[in-house]
């Protein structure tokens, strides 16, 4: 199947600054890619939809000018937890479809664990 | 509204079969499928059925009937390493997946 990378695993930062998570798919391009966040024993709730060469779409409730998604290529989207507060600690994953494999499957990130002290 | 209902707890014993149900209404679709997720981890894909019937990889299967909005996963030989949460992810019309809060399914020796 195919590679999403995701970077960092984990990551610890002081409130008040901010941090940028990669998504990257290795073997495949990607037009469309998908940032969750996850809580403990929850389900994925999915934040944004980060769209190729324009702005990423997000969900209802999700602070875009908090969470900045830039999707610049078509194998990178970046998202940035900008002054972070304690309670964006979260694990935080990134999703693409391989529009080569049928662009069903959801294929994803490692994910990130993001602890805000 | 878009609605995915499982058990949120499992227990099974090492070498048994689980079957672990799934019922969903989405607004539209596209397609089922099934991840499995270790605490901490990314999901991880199993399956993906689109027409109704049974869907069988070693172990695993998976079946859908579209028309009472109802699937299932079926784990034959469980081992300790399937202790792990199985999340049920039906498409909808706009090709979005929709997660439920999946089961977390405990093995026991």
């Known amino acids: 199947g195919a590679v999403v990378s995701q970077h960092p695993s984990r990551v610890i930062c002081k409130s008040g600054t901010s941090v940028k998570i990669e998504c990257r798919s290795l073997?495949?391009?990607?037009?469309?890619m998908f940032w969750y966040r996850q809580f403990p024993k929850k389900s994925l709730m999915l934040m944004a939809t980060s769209n190729e060469g324009s702005k990423a779409t997000y969900e209802q409730g999700v602070e875009k000018d908090k969470f900045l998604i830039n999707h610049a290529s078509l194998t990178l989207s970046t998202l940035t937890v900008t002054s972070a507060h304690p309670e964006d600690s979260s694990f935080y994953i990134c999703?693409?479809?391989?529009?080569?494999?049928?662009?069903?499957?959801?294929?994803f990130g490692q994910g990130t664990r993001l602890t805000v002290v | 509204g878009q609605n995915i209902d499982q058990p949120t707890e499992m227990t099974a014993t090492e070498g048994a079969i689980v079957q672990i149900n799934c019922t969903y209404q989405t607004s539209g679709f596209n397609g089922l499928f099934w991840y499995q997720q270790h605490a901490g981890e990314a999901p991880t894909f199993l399956s993906y059925n689109v027409l109704d019937g049974l869907e069988e990889k070693g172990r695993f299967s998976s079946f859908l009937s579209r028309s009472k909005g109802y699937s299932y996963l079926l784990l034959k030989e469980l081992q300790m390493k399937d202790s792990a949460s199985y999340l049920c992810?039906?498409?909808?019309?706009?090709?979005?997946?929709?997660w439920g809060a999946g089961t977390k399914l405990i093995i026991k020796p």
């Open positions: 999703s693409a479809r391989d529009p080569g494999q049928g662009d069903t499957e959801a294929f």
């Open positions: 073997d495949f391009q990607a037009t469309t």
């Open positions: 992810a039906p498409m909808d019309s706009n090709y979005q997946l929709i």
